[in-house]
């Protein structure tokens, strides 16, 4: 379960109730994410599969990484491998992950920690479990999210930012009944750690069974949902999700999640991500880890990391 809690919601700033004149955000479409393996075989689910880029702007992909129990020989990472024009953002919600890059970059996080990583004009990064965790065995579960970067950014020198669990601004819903947890942006008044080149806001909420969550939401920016796990809905429609699903929002001034009053033991609680950002509305040319603007860029990146430029792995 996530590590980010607090024993008394009561005691957090409230997020305020919408006004009267406060427009919710409609659901346009709901997708289910396929099943798939990263790296050196770790479990994903590809969260925004099946939603067009357009709609995703200004984000590439997510990926959901677990909820596994590995036993022990079983944790699995990825082999170095490069990355230009965009960043990565690995959010660890239970489970140990080291990351190390040519740039010097590198930790370990855990339990509610992100590493925001801006490859932006070339890096080389691994991502691996400590090696305790592969003899040991242990829960695995976090998010990778990728945030393109605009055209006159994406040769930006690359940048590491290691944010502690401890640093995520914590508020809760108006009745208390759902814990919103700010890594990036600004929400309800309050302002995540993550440092963002492309404007955006990214939340971790748990809803209470039965309860609701009304989060107010940038007009400027569109608006995604997944569930990490659990059941309930989402938007004033009350359309069902359940773990593994996406919904894409409407413009509006603010998104509604509601939790089942009745959860699995497994997942006794409703977990969702909330992304969202200003569209850069620029082309995409994307091939593998590379996300640039035109096809000549792309077969550009790839000759730069074959001579070397991206830096070289470290002893």
């Known amino acids: 379960m996530p590590a980010v809690t607090v024993d008394d919601l ?11 004149g406060d427009q919710p955000r409609p659901v346009w479409q709901v997708t289910t994410a396929p099943a798939g393996y990263e790296g050196e075989g770790f479990p994903v689910r590809r969260a925004f599969a099946g939603i067009d880029l357009g709609l995703l702007d200004p984000f590439i992909m997510m990926d959901q990484m677990g909820e596994v129990e590995y036993a022990p020989g079983e944790p699995k990472g990825t082999p170095w491998h490069p990355h230009r024009g965009f960043e990565t ?9 080291e990351h190390q890059d040519s ?3 590198g930790g370990t996080i855990t339990n509610g920690d992100t590493q925001w990583m801006t490859a932006g004009s070339g890096i080389l990064h691994i991502e691996t479990p400590p090696e305790w965790l592969v003899q040991n065995g ?10 393109n970067l605009p055209r006159d950014e994406k040769m930006v020198a690359p940048k590491y930012q290691d944010i502690r669990s401890g640093q995520v601004a914590l508020l809760t ?16 008044g309050q302002a995540g750690p993550g440092s963002t080149h492309t404007p955006m806001a990214l939340v971790h909420a748990t809803v209470e069974p039965g309860a609701r969550l009304d989060l107010p939401w940038s007009q400027e920016f569109n608006a995604l949902v997944y569930v990490l796990n659990g059941h309930g809905s989402v938007g004033t429609d009350q359309r069902p999700i359940h773990t593994g699903q996406s919904a894409v929002l409407g413009a509006g001034d603010y998104l509604t999640i509601a939790a089942d009053g009745s959860q699995e ?24 880890p590379f996300v640039m603007n035109t096809k000549s860029e792309v077969l550009q990146a790839f000759e730069d990391y074959q001579s070397g430029s991206f830096g070289h792995i470290p002893g």
Not at 10 to 20: C, D, K, M, N
Not at 138 to 147: D, E, N, R, T, Y
Not at 173 to 188: E, P, T
């Open 10 to 20: 009561t005691t957090l700033a409230r997020l305020p109730e919408p006004g009267l």
């Open 89 to 97: 953002v690995t959010y660890m919600i239970d489970g140990v992950f």
């Open 103 to 105: 740039h010097g970059g």
């Open 138 to 147: 242990g829960l695995f579960h976090g998010i990778q999210l990728w945030v």
């Open 173 to 188: 819903s108006y009745d208390a009944g759902a814990l919103v947890r700010v890594i990036a942006g600004q929400v309800g």
């Open 265 to 288: 033991s497994r997942s006794p609680k409703l977990d969702v991500i909330v992304v969202g950002g200003k569209p850069i509305g620029q082309t995409i040319a994307w091939a593998g």
